[in-house]
């Protein structure tokens, strides 16, 4: 049997073998599987012929993650960043890239680094080579904008995240080959359906434990494997525990990657102040349990800048910040956990206490992130009836013509998760 | 459904009558709007059978196709609302005003611009699809029609196309400007019923909103707004007097058809008058007027563009069309929700009560603060907001204010019940800030996360230049000699 290491190095080298025989290649990596690794290692590869490269990213935070890989794994590459006016340079990149807000500002680096909003303005030149990052949440618009400027391109990007949104109502180009409200792969696959597609098949984040659910629920065709074994990867407590509920979902995570902490079944506002407690709570516990994790990099204290909270929408997130997390806990909203990697999460489930099942809160991009950006373990807070609630909710979207159909569905990707969860239940104390 | 909105509807429910949702109108109103009531056969997505259309609530005009399977008739039916709506959209172009830009060429702009009112969402539907079937027919050729058909059709598909711009005011639906500006003690399925949803807003005399909503249900006293008709009626009066017709074609039962559909539009037409008077009890907000100009330089253009005799609206987007279509609806939708909450404390509560906004009053102020050193020296007030409001805004994010529009403030900090900003727009230039552009110790202020202002977006390639990953280049347009001829003519 090939171990996943040489599996995953197989697929990266096929993928570079391709780069020059094809327009464009596309790469589907589901969560951790060395995107980022790849992206550095096609970068140094076609730098390394001599031909410029641009690379498109599409947040600022992730144009200066890349700058700084590029600069640790290829310190002789010469790289530059196009930045907006506004933009405060922080420190990590410092040194490490020419920053300006036109091309000609930037000397001639080999490599230039941007966000796809700020290369849609730098015009008046072509490049042979172009990498997208996180193209499957670049709205195809975007890539209308800047297309022109590269001839080849190497897009990678994980197809389980989120979709690209829009505020207005989009219908009206449903099912258009060029939609642009669709992500950039699926318009340039759907003009270019001979492009190869490669898919990594190794999530070196996800343990043991959580690389089949996800992998079941949100990837059903294409599977991946957790890059470690079940027992590679720990987590345990130096602090003793109560046993309160509190207590026992940590312990439960612990033991085997996923709790459910359940509160009771009640319809409330989006920011239900028992489950924003309930995840607040458990984030301090968590921390005073003094949390330490074995792994394929050793033994390692959990710190605050470890852990990740994760909701739906920003006045959830407001409204856990409000209510007391521990300095350096990291809570945001799915969109912008987006690639992000902690050891634990806790996650405010997207449906709890809802009364309705929108599309907004069924995309299964938005669980699918939610639950798949840890190492070691994950507790999701949500009040009870989840399930009952969505047998009421069954997608009933209208259908389309010449709208390819899109897998996972939301609804069943919530309810496999569902499904699993229901083994790691822990009833919530009630409420003094 | 917004938090204040459910409290809205609930408090209907338990009182009995509407509740209003805005203080001020956020949908022009024309002085002379056109009013259009459409209504189509039923089982056909775009046969008309009858419409019910004017400016003058006293005079109706009411066109009928007696026999709507018979396509000839449909067409003629066109040429008839043609002859309606035509002048009324040309009697507009004439009146022009010079609007003068910063840097650019001054152009000019029709100082009205057509409204026409249709009573729901279903009519909205129904006009483009009516737009599509007449606008590439042809005067000469096989399946000739009179030469206003196709101009109509352009005329109604450049209507429902704005209908999809947010705070567009153009083509509106009644039911729809009816529901902005008041909630019912019914579901939002059943506030698409005109008439039970004005029975809610204005209940006749000795009646609760709840009781004048429950009597609308009945199709016989208040026949369906469109363009569905009565399953009941057609059955029962409109197939017999359309078999009628097929029979003899005779002027007698085409008149029987005529006095048929007559009876399921006029309740409605007056109905439609009463939505329209209702809406004018509400006083105009200010972002109302702004959007309508906008509203009036794109029926300008469009009445330009129809002039120098262009093609008729492509049956689909393009991709360089559609992308640049998708970021002016956007520019659109933002602008519009931003407007309305500035214009309005009523639709800004709902903002204040997520947390994205917020209404307190300064206790401290430091308005000649700057912020770095030489010549990067620039001028930044602090200003301190106590509020009872839940603020539930990170620090850096941008807001703005409805009591000085233009002027964009930064979240600083967030203390209990103090929020620090500190303005770094729209305060002056220089070292000091204009008198009156900081606000003073004791003024009650309003902050919103909220602006109408906007960055151009980056430009699209040319149409000619589409790139390989969106298909390339579309074929050029060149108007087919079979393009009457579609799959259902």
Redesign the interface.
């Known amino acids: 049997m090939i171990s996943p290491a040489a599996e995953a190095s197989a697929v990266v080298d096929a993928v570079l073998a391709d780069l020059p025989r094809h327009?464009?290649v596309v790469v589907d990596s589901p969560p951790g599987a060395g995107k980022s690794t790849l992206v550095v290692r096609a970068a140094g590869h076609l730098a390394a012929t001599g031909e410029p490269l641009m690379i498109i990213a599409q947040t600022n935070e992730q144009v200066d993650d890349l700058i700084v890989r590029l600069a640790e794994e290829h310190p002789g590459v010469s790289i530059g960043r196009l930045s907006a006016a506004d933009y405060a340079v922080p420190q990590r990149i410092m040194g490490k890239a020419s920053i300006g807000t036109k091309l000609p500002d930037l000397g001639d680096p080999a490599v230039v680094v941007a966000t796809a909003?700020k290369w849609?303005?730098a015009g008046g030149r072509t490049w042979p080579w172009a990498i997208v990052d996180e193209a499957y949440q670049m709205r195809?618009?975007k890539?209308?904008?800047i297309?022109?400027l590269f001839e080849r391109a190497l897009f990678v990007g994980d197809p389980g995240q989120l979709d690209p949104f829009?505020?207005?109502?989009?219908d009206?180009?449903a099912g258009?080959?060029?939609?642009?409200?669709q992500s950039?792969v699926a318009?340039?696959l759907r003009?270019?359906p001979g492009l190869p597609v490669h898919r990594l098949p190794v999530s070196w984040r996800l343990p043991a434990s959580a690389a089949p659910v996800v992998s079941e629920a949100f990837y059903p065709f294409t599977g991946f494997t957790a890059g470690t074994g079940p027992g590679d990867r720990r987590l345990s407590f130096t602090v003793g525990g109560m046993r309160t509920a509190y207590d026992r979902a940590l312990e439960e995570a612990a033991a085997t990657g996923w709790a459910l902490y359940e509160l009771p079944s009640r319809h409330t506002?989006?920011?239900d102040a028992e489950a924003v407690q309930a995840v607040a709570v458990l984030a301090t516990r968590l921390l005073q349990r003094a949390p330490v994790t074995f792994s394929e990099r050793g033994e390692r204290p959990v710190t605050p800048g470890r852990v990740a909270i994760g909701a739906a929408h920003?006045?959830q997130v407001?409204?856990i910040q409000?209510a007391g997390v521990p300095d350096g806990v990291t809570v945001d909203t799915a969109n912008r956990l987006q690639g992000r990697e902690y050891d634990v999460t806790i996650i405010l489930h997207p449906l709890s206490g809802r009364r309705d099942a929108t599309a907004f809160h069924l995309e299964s991009g938005r669980l699918c992130v939610l639950a798949s950006r840890h190492r070691h373990a994950c507790v999701v807070v949500a009040r009870a009836g989840i399930p009952e609630l969505l047998d009421a909710h069954p997608s009933a979207e209208t259908v389309q013509l010449n709208v390819p159909v899109k897998f996972p569905d939301g609804w069943e990707a919530n309810q496999a998760v569902l499904a699993h969860l229901s083994g790691h239940r822990i009833e919530a104390a009630p409420p003094r | 459904m917004s938090t204040l909105a459910a409290l809205a509807r609930l408090r209907a429910v338990h009182t009995g009558t509407a509740q209003r949702l805005a203080t001020v109108r956020h949908c022009h109103l024309s002085e002379r709007p056109m009013v259009f009531i459409p209504l189509r056969l039923a089982g056909e997505a775009a046969a008309p059978l009858a419409a019910m259309a004017g400016t003058d609530p006293g005079h109706p005009r009411l066109l009928v196709v007696p026999q709507p399977r018979d396509r000839d008739l449909r067409f003629a039916f066109a040429a008839e609302l043609a002859e309606i709506l035509l002048p009324y959209f040309e009697g507009l172009q004439k009146a022009t005003e010079t609007v003068e830009r910063r840097g650019a060429e001054p152009y000019e702009r029709c100082v009205d611009a057509p409204q026409v009112i249709v009573p729901g969402r279903g009519a909205v539907a129904f006009v483009q699809l009516l737009g599509r079937s007449t606008r590439f027919r042809r005067a000469e050729g096989p399946y000739a029609v009179h030469p206003s058909v196709p101009v109509l059709g352009r005329w109604l598909t450049f209507l429902a196309q704005r209908a999809q711009y947010p705070g567009s005011s153009l083509l509106l639906a009644a039911t729809e400007a009816l529901s902005l500006h008041w909630a019912t003690g019914q579901s939002t399925l059943e506030d698409a019923n005109l008439a039970s949803l004005v029975g809610w807003i204005d209940p006749p005399p000795g009646m609760t909103g709840a009781s004048a909503a429950r009597e609308a249900e009945d199709p016989l006293v208040w026949p369906p707004a469109g363009p569905a008709t009565d399953p009941g009626f057609d059955t029962e009066v409109l197939a017999p007097a359309i078999r009628a017709y097929e029979e003899t074609r005779s002027d007698r039962a085409a008149a029987r058809v005529a006095e048929a559909v007559r009876s399921q539009l006029e309740p409605t037409w007056r109905l439609m008058w009463r939505a329209i008077g209702l809406l004018g009890t509400l006083p105009a907000a200010p972002g109302a007027a702004a959007r309508w100009e906008g509203d009036r330089t794109s029926f300008t253009g469009f009445a330009a563009q129809l002039a120098e005799g262009g093609p008729p609206q492509p049956k689909r987007d393009g991709a360089v069309g559609a992308a640049s279509r998708l970021a002016r609806m956007e520019r659109a939708q933002a602008s519009y929700d931003a407007q309305r909450a500035y214009d309005d404390p009523l639709v800004m509560a709902a903002y204040r009560l997520t947390g994205e906004a917020f209404t307190g009053t300064v206790v401290a102020t430091e308005p000649d603060r700057t912020e770095g050193e030489g010549r990067g020296r620039k001028l930044r007030p602090l200003v301190t907001v106590r509020t009872t409001d839940p603020v539930r805004l990170a620090p850096g994010t941008r807001l703005g204010t409805p009591e000085r529009r233009g002027q964009q403030a930064e979240v600083v900090a967030i203390d209990g019940e103090h929020v620090t900003l500190k303005i770094v727009k729209g305060m002056g230039r220089g070292m000091a800030a204009t008198p009156g552009a900081v606000p003073e110790a004791g003024e009650r202020v309003c902050y919103a996360a909220l602006t109408d202002e906007f960055q151009p977006p980056a430009s699209l390639p040319a149409p000619e230049e589409t790139p390989w990953t969106h298909g390339g280049p579309p074929p050029e347009y060149s108007p087919a000699d079979d393009e009457p001829e579609e799959e259902w003519s």
């Not at chain 1, 829009?166 to 989009?170: K, P």
């Open positions: 327009r464009g909003d849609a303005w195809s618009d890539l209308l904008r297309a022109g829009t505020i207005v109502d989009g009206r180009w258009l080959s060029w939609d642009p409200l950039a318009v340039l003009h270019n506002v989006r920011t920003r006045d407001a409204a409000a």
